[in-house]
């Protein structure tokens, strides 16, 4: 593959979003990226036109619509397998740059460790959802939870977001394990907007610099 792959996940409240938002118009001039290469933001779920549908589907039907945990986990496998099949792959094959709020370790942490759905299960969904393919890089955002909850606060939740603190306190230590597991990059998401952006950059320096 021509291109590199780079991920963002974390919590909900973690400040991805706007991580990602800076590190897009941060990596062109960054001296990383080829001349040639165009840079293509994307997230799931919600990264091509068929994933704004599945994601509507998956965060804001009415609760008594809501999909049963083993619909969930397929609406955001068939939402990956799209987004993998006609975004991903043909941008890396171009040689573009890719970076993406949220991939496969989102499933892992909120279907695996919140929802306690088999792990076999999503193992063999995120093969065929993804064809295997890894992203070059994954950062995680680490918050702690009740930072997590106090800047959300006040804000209208969707439906993963309203499953409460218990099930967000197993996504969060879910995603802690994922990364020692991974060999993630963690980054400490509670310090000041600038500290974090820089601490990206560092990492994203010593990773794919050269
Ligand atoms: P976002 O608000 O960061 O775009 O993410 C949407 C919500 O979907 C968020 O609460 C996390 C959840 N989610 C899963 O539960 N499983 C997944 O595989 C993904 C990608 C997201």
Same mark, same amino acid.
């Given at each position: ?151 959300? !606060?006040?804000? /209208? &939740?969707?439906?993963? +977001?309203?499953?409460? $603190? @218990? ?5 969060? =230590? ?11 990059? !963690?980054?400490? /998401? &509670?310090?000041?907007? +600038?500290?974090?952006? $820089? @601490? ?5 320096? =010593?990773?794919?610099?050269?």
């Amino acid at each position: 593959m021509k291109g590199r792959f780079i991920v963002l996940e974390g919590i909900d409240g973690c400040g991805k979003t706007t991580q990602l938002e800076h590190l897009v118009r941060w990596l062109p001039a960054s001296g990383l990226m080829p001349d040639s290469a165009g840079l293509v933001q994307t997230r799931e779920p919600g990264g091509t036109s068929l994933g704004r549908s599945v994601r509507e589907l998956l965060l804001h039907t009415a609760a008594d619509e809501a999909p049963a945990p083993i619909a969930e986990l397929l609406l955001y496998s068939a939402d990956r397998s799209q987004h993998v099949e006609t975004l991903i792959l043909p941008a890396l094959e171009r040689g573009d740059w890719v970076i993406s709020d949220r991939f496969s370790g989102s499933t892992l942490a909120y279907q695996g460790y919140g929802r306690g759905l088999n792990r076999l299960l999503i193992d063999q969904l995120e093969q065929i959802a993804t064809g295997g393919l890894q992203p070059d890089l994954t950062l995680l955002l680490e918050l702690p939870l009740e930072e997590s909850l106090r800047r959300r !606060r006040g804000a /209208a &939740a969707d439906r993963i +977001e309203a499953e409460g $603190q @218990a099930f967000l306190g197993r996504v969060s =230590e879910g995603f802690a394990e994922i990364a020692q597991h991974k060999g993630w990059f !963690r980054v400490d /998401a &509670a310090a000041a907007p +600038e500290g974090v952006s $820089q @601490a990206l950059e560092q990492v994203l320096l =010593e990773q794919l610099g050269g």
